[in-house]
């Protein structure tokens, strides 16, 4: 298995397994910034969360606001470098989504996290 793939592999595992604190201390940078259109927070989307501090508080809070993870698709993938971008249907609490995440990263580690999701389907 390339870098590439084995990093984005064990990011969605710890994804899966709540596994936030170490999954930001290890794949991260200090300085990294994060870009999220999920609506988590009373203000609206999107936003601009920077350093691993806060990025623990919103993944945290973003984990209790779509709970279990059920990928039910994993589709254009491709790695480079230094960039990581892939696309996903996923099952989460508030429904079906259509998900895609962008990582640029600097010296293995996630330096800016892009992301954008679409509701297929509301909850069941």
């Known amino acids: ?17 709540l596994d936030t604190d170490v999954m930001v201390d290890e794949e991260y940078h200090e ?7 999920f609506p988590i927070y009373d203000e609206p989307a999107p936003y601009i969360i920077r350093g691993n501090k806060d990025l623990k508080a919103f993944f945290h809070r973003y984990r209790e606001w779509q709970g279990n993870v059920e990928i039910e698709k994993v589709f254009d993938y491709i790695a480079a470098d230094d960039v990581i971008s892939f696309s996903a249907i996923v099952k989460i609490n ?4 259509v998900s895609g995440v962008s990582w640029y990263l600097r010296d293995g580690k996630i330096a800016y996290h892009f ?6 389907d509301p909850p069941e």
């Open 1 to 17: 298995m390339d870098k590439a793939k084995e990093f984005f592999t064990k990011h969605v595992d710890r994804i899966i397994s």
């Open 31 to 37: 300085d990294a910034v994060l870009v999220s259109p």
């Open 94 to 97: 508030t429904g079906r989504w």
């Open 115 to 120: 992301s954008w999701g679409y509701r297929l």
